[in-house]
Structures are given as C-alpha cells and as structure tokens.
C-alpha cells in the first residue's frame, strides 16, 4: 500500500480521496477548506496543515484542482513549491483539467529536479468519483503509465494511455466539448417536447431508446424530477459546475485555435454556456442550462 498525498477535496477529490483510503492506502488529504478536511477525516484520511506537510515522504501526490493556475502554483511557483519537497521517487498524478501546455510545462518543471508528472483528468462526473468508476486518460511516459496505473485502479473503471505529457488533456477537453454539445441538443429537445404537451419523462425514456439517446439524457438528465439521483432534482447543486464547463470550452478553443480546427457546435455551446453563467447561474450544475431554454413566466 502506498502513501498518497492528496491535494483538493471538492465535489470530485473528496470522493477520489475516500475511496483510496477505503482501499487500504494511507491518504494525506489538504484542502483550503476546513470543511472538506473534516469530511475527508471522516472517510478515513489523515488530515495535513499544509499541501507540503501532506507531501513530504508521499510516494504519490494526486491533485484535484479547478484550473491550471492552481496546478502551477502548488507545483512550480508560490513560496515552496512541491517539485522542492518531492523525493525523486515521487510520482505525480493531476487529475484536474487544465490546459495542455501548463500540463507539459508543470511536467518539464518535474523532470527537471527528478520528479514524474502525469496528467490524468478523469471523467464520469461525480456520481462516477463517489463509485469509484472514473474514466482517467492519462498523459505521461509509458513508464509513468505504468507506475500510476495501480494507485488509479480504486477510483478507476477505465485507465487509458492517449499519449505523452498533455495528451490526457487534449482527449478530454474533445470529450467535454462533445459533452456540451449533447447537453445543450438534450435540454433543447426536451423544453421542445414539453411546450408541445409532451411529459418530460416519457419524452425522455422514447429519445433514450431511440437514435437521440446519449450520456446527458441517459444517466444525468436535465429537466427536474425526471431522474432522481441527478443534479436536476436537487435543485442544480453538486456535479459539475457551469464554471467548470465554461472554463473546459475556454481550453477547447484554444486548443481549436492553435490547431485551425473547425468547431462550430462548439463555439455556440460555448456561447449558450457563457450566456448563461453571465446570467448568475455560474455555481449550478451544468444541466441548468435547461432553464435558458424555459418560458419565465411558465
Ligand atoms: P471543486 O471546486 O468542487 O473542488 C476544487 C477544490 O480545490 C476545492 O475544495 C478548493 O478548496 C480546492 N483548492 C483550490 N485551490 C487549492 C489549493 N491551492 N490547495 C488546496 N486545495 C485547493 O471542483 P471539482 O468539481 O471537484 O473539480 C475539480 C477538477 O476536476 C476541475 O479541474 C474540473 O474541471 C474537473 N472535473 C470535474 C468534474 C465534475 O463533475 N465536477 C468532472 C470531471 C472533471
């Protein structure tokens, strides 16, 4: 059993750092909230002062983070950065996402003292975090692949290998900008159905086994009360945020920028997106975005 340093205890990391802990390996959890340290303490995880004190000796660090700023300072820059604490035996996996050149930079940093960097961002949202049943599209040497691989295995139901440092992170920032598309496509049809007289739920289950089923109609539904376990029926909180998504089309057009790739659906998702954070909806559940689509006065 390893002992694992685990940096970023939010809706995602705090159910990633359980389930490691329930699989026997000691978790050294910090947070800058205090309320997701109590929580992870009561998961079994020892709790740490500071990001450096849950680091010194780890044989891994696993980071959970919103955004590549975060992932630079706790690695590279701030006062003391964990590249000046690691040993060279060390093995860092950020499962945050994040752009891929600040992946590729963070991980030439590490490489540059001795240390492993891969990335590893996950998806499966965090129903799939609390089941230990992610999707992690990892980044990073074959090497490093093959030394994070066993760690991940808790919180994993699929591992993949998209390629060198940064690859993970361009595999997932396509699967998130497809993600939004089929939200956005879902909640359009469904507002559809219904102003036509339509029960949202029976619509639902005709489309889902139909040709317009897909993963936000099928497992995360966005009109209230069709699905109890999602977002929708309670109230749009927990998931994964608006913000989150936003922030992830932000990378997919810079990443469609850099490469002259055409993204049409992409960039009116990002627009239906942005809209609707700059409605005041940024810390809701992405599948909120149903409520742009429905009559105010209804
Ligand atoms: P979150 O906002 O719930 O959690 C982030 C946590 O990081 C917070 O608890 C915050 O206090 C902590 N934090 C921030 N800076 C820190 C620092 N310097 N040191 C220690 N802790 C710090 O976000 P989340 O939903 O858990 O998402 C985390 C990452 O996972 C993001 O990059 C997101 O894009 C990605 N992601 C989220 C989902 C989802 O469904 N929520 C799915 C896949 C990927």
Redesign the pocket.
Known sequence: MATIAF???????GPMAANLAKAGHEVRA????SK?LDEAKSQGCSVANS?QEAAKGADFVIS????GK?VR??YVDGDTPLFDVLSTEALVID????DADTARDVATAGAEKGIGFVDA??????GGAKAGALTFIVGGSEAQFAQAKPVLEPMAKNIFHAGDHGAGQIAKVCNNMLLSILMAGTCEAINMGVKNGLDPAVLSEIMKQSSGGNWALNGYNPYPGVMENAPASNGYQG???VD?MF??LGLAMDVSQLSASPVPMGSAARSLFNLHKANGNGKLDFSSLMQFYQDKDA
């Not at 940096?7 to 990391?13: D, E, K, R, Y």
């Not at 910090?30 to 909230?33: I, K």
């Not at 499962?95 to 994040?98: Q, V």
């Open positions: 940096i970023g205890l939010g809706n995602m990391g910090f947070d800058l909230s997701a990001a959970m983070l919103p955004a975060h300072g706790l499962c945050s996402t994040i961002p996950v998806s499966g949202g965090v998931g994964f945020q989150l922030k992830d």
